[in-house]
């Protein structure tokens, strides 16, 4: 049982069955979690393209099944892999359409991903050229606008990363998540974080744990503690990243997580605010309210 209380929780990422990689939890069994330890929603994220459909099911599934006794949310997203065609501004327009909630850039299809772990380039999703953003982005950014979407960074480089804030702070995107910097694939120095939440007002996501490969994960939970003490926690956001079957269940995952931030000197009104209210404002949510 953690210390800190998952109460009106929101994680906005989490990986569940069905997925190329076996999970920990399914949809349903993930929704039940959440309603479980009283969470407020999750965002469903998958590597193989959608998942507002999904989150749909789970949400039918849980009017159904629990007939309005609680006041958890499914959320779906779409991540701009190879498997859907890459930057598509057609499948970013009708997810959105369908109620997906974040639009993640290339995540394993990314230039920098593929770089860094060997693979081929040729078969990249690349979202820079000669240093400016290519134009299809530029469609999906105005679609992220146009829908009042939650932009996700992927798996991206950190040069890329900066190309693709500006543009989207240019263009008027206010709802920006740089994801999980600290994993070695993006592998983003604490200087450019900082300089990305003052010059653009970004929000970092910080996870649980970093896969290091093998089935290996270590630890982020010191590395988290460090950039909301440095950063302030005004724009870090609080997300497991969880599902593995490596790591503890997604419920179990989060409340070690929130409980080492309160071990370490991070108070609970902080705590709170990287765990609800900057999620609630990236949804459109309002505290307590019914979606």
């Not at 749909?56 to 997203?77: A, E, P, W």
């Not at 501004?89 to 991903?113: C, D, F, I, N, R």
Request: overall charge negative.
């Amino acid at each position: 049982m953690s210390k800190i209380s998952l109460q009106g929780v929101i994680d906005m990422h989490v990986h569940s069955n069905p997925d190329l990689r076996t999970r920990a939890y399914d949809d349903f069994e993930l929704m039940e979690a959440g309603i479980r330890v009283g969470a407020r929603a999750i965002v469903i994220k998958t590597h193989q393209g959608t998942t507002m459909d999904r989150a749909y099911l789970c949400n039918r599934h849980n009017q159904v099944v629990h007939g309005g006794d609680n006041h958890f949310t499914m959320f779906g997203s779409i991540t701009l892999n190879r498997v859907v065609g890459g930057i598509n501004p057609v499948a970013v327009e009708t997810a959105l359409k369908l109620g997906a909630k974040v639009v993640w850039l290339p995540t394993q299809s990314a230039k920098g991903h593929m770089e860094k772990m060997g693979q081929d380039l040729s078969k990249c999703v690349e979202v820079t050229r000669d240093g400016k953003v290519l134009p299809e982005v530029k469609s999906v950014l105005q679609l992220v606008k146009d829908h009042d979407a939650v932009l996700g960074t992927g798996h991206i480089s950190p040069e890329e990363c900066f190309l693709v804030v500006e543009e989207a702070k240019k263009m008027g995107i206010d709802k920006v998540v740089v994801t999980h910097p600290e994993w070695w694939i993006v592998g983003m120095s604490v200087e450019d974080q900082l300089r990305l939440v003052k010059d653009y007002d970004v929000y970092l996501e910080r996870c649980y744990a970093q896969n290091m490969g093998g089935g290996k994960y270590k630890s982020n939970l010191p590395d988290n503690v460090e950039i909301i003490k440095t950063c302030g926690y005004k724009n870090v956001m609080i997300s497991t990243d969880g599902g593995q079957v490596e790591n503890p269940h997604w419920e179990l995952a989060l409340g070690e997580y929130l409980d080492y931030l309160a071990d370490h000197g991070i108070p609970e009104d902080q705590i709170y605010y990287m765990t609800h209210t900057i999620q609630e404002r990236l949804l459109g949510l309002e505290e307590g309210k019914v979606c």
